[in-house]
């Protein structure tokens, strides 16, 4: 039986979303308030599904356990009240959109969650804005 186990998370976190050769007046056409050079932050919101064969020996996917372990290392304690623009590393050069964010959090869990299983990140930024990523 296939089935998506998922856990939720959260983080707060600031950004800044501009291109640096772009000008102050073009970012602020394109990006709006979000391009404000003193940044502005998100409450994030994360679920995290893991999709795969339940073990009939355990009943389990996966142990929620250590999915929620994954998260706390590889997203929590990476990027919860950070300046993504200047605090994390993959948005050095990478513009944080919300898009962006949910692709650098499934490449830090892909490198966590064997690879038996798929897994699948959705990403609020507000209560109405959301992204999903499934590695596609």
Known sequence: MRIKACRKAHFNA???LYKKEWSDKKNEEVFGKCSNPKYHG???EL???VVGTVDPETG???DLKILKEYIKTEVEDYMDHKNLNEE???FRELNPTVENIAFVIWNRLRDKIPI???IEVTLYETPRN???????
């Not at 959301?130 to 596609?136: A, D, N, S, T």
Request: charged share 30%.
């Open 88 to 90: 994390v590393e993959e």
């Open 130 to 136: 959301f992204v999903i990523y499934k590695g596609e």
């Open 60 to 62: 389990f996917l996966i």
């Open 14 to 16: 600031a950004h800044r």
């Open 47 to 49: 679920i995290v599904g």
């Open 42 to 44: 998100h409450n994030y």
């Open 116 to 118: 038996r299983y798929d």
